[in-house]
C-alpha cells in the first residue's frame, strides 16, 4: 500500500527554522499534486503549501514568513524559516491522486503526521 512518512517535527524556539519531509516509496511526479496540511489542537486541519505536478506551487492564505515547499522524486519537503507559536500544529503529507498514478483513480493519501511546537 502507499506510505507516506513524515519527519523533522519537533520542538523549537521561536525565530528558529526546521525542515520536515514527507517519504514515498511512489513517484511523486506522477500524480496531481503533493501538498503539506497542518492542524492545531482544537482547529480545522488547513493547507499550507502544495506543488502541482508540473511545478505550480501555491502557499494556504495563514501561512506566515519564509515557507517554502519542494520536492525530489521521492521526497516531499517544507522549509520553515522564522517559525513563531501560531505554526503549532502537527503537520500531514498528503498527496492527490485524481489519474490512478499510485493506484486506483480518484485517490489520496495522508501520513500520520509529525508535531512541530513553537514555544519558548
Known amino acids: 500500500q502507499v506510505q507516506l512518512v513524515e519527519s523533522g517535527g519537533g520542538l523549537v524556539q521561536p525565530g528558529e527554522s526546521l525542515t520536515l519531509s514527507c517519504a514515498t516509496s511512489?513517484?511523486?511526479?506522477?500524480?496531481?499534486?503533493m501538498s503539506w496540511y497542518r492542524q492545531a489542537p482544537g482547529k480545522e486541519r488547513e493547507m499550507v503549501a502544495y506543488?502541482?505536478?508540473?511545478?505550480t506551487i501555491k502557499y494556504g492564505d495563514s501561512v506566515q514568513g519564509r515557507f517554502t515547499i519542494s520536492r525530489d522524486k521521492n521526497t516531499l519537503y517544507l522549509q520553515m524559516n522564522n517559525l513563531k507559536p501560531e505554526h503549532t500544529a502537527v503537520y500531514y503529507c498528503?498527496?492527490?491522486?485524481?489519474?490512478?498514478?499510485?493506484?486506483?483513480?480518484?485517490?489520496?493519501?495522508w501520513g500520520q503526521g509529525t508535531q512541530v511546537t513553537v514555544s519558548s
Open positions: 498528503y498527496a492527490d491522486d485524481p489519474w490512478g498514478g499510485w493506484g486506483p483513480r480518484g485517490s489520496d493519501y
Open positions: 511512489e513517484n511523486i511526479f506522477s500524480i496531481n499534486a
Open positions: 506543488i502541482l505536478s508540473g511545478g
